[in-house]
């Protein structure tokens, strides 16, 4: 059974080997690192200088399947943004995506409070794009922008999903 928990500091190097070039990494984690590869501790490092940042790891009975974090985007803590959201490279296309967000979004809605939640992905990672919509998320174009990610201009598209929505969708 899948499940969410607080990210442990032993779980970054299981977490790093699913990078395995550093297109995968970008498409990850943007321009939020400086370079490529990283280590263990620098990941550890980055999440302890951003509190704000909730880091989670998904598990599958004892193993670990994904990771992404939370972080609340405004001052009245109503919007949060998922990131770094990434499901084992060996086990990808068989729906983990699928059943990682609905757990984080069941926290974010319900046990945090939020009212949106939003999402940025590079447009060259389609399969996380439909995983995104299949979820309800709705992309806003007028939110899109470029970033600047290994010499060249990667476009990031703006998805957002509202609590009001996500529970329509999910009563229907």
Request: charged letters at 30%; one cysteine or more; proline letters at 4%.
């Amino acid at each position: 059974m899948l499940k969410l928990r607080q990210y442990e500091k032993s779980d970054s190097a299981r977490i790093l080997s699913w990078l395995e070039d550093e297109s995968a990494f970008r498409k990850w984690s943007a321009d939020r690192y400086g370079s490529y590869p990283i280590t263990p501790d620098e990941m550890n490092a980055f999440y302890a200088e951003n509190p704000k940042m909730i880091p989670l790891t998904a598990v599958d009975g004892e193993e670990t399947v994904g990771h992404m974090i939370m972080r609340f985007t405004d001052k009245a803590q109503r919007v949060i943004r998922f990131g770094f959201i990434i499901v084992d490279s060996k086990i990808r296309g068989r729906g983990y995506g699928r059943k990682m967000l609905p757990l984080a979004l069941e926290r974010a809605f319900g046990d945090m409070g939020a009212s949106k939640v939003t999402i940025g992905v590079f447009e060259n990672n389609p399969p996380a794009q439909r995983c995104y919509y299949s979820l309800g998320f709705a992309h806003r174009e007028e939110k899109d922008e470029y970033l600047s990610v290994m010499g060249e201009k990667w476009k990031c598209l703006e998805f957002e999903l509202t609590k009001e929505d996500y529970y329509n969708r999910r009563s229907i």
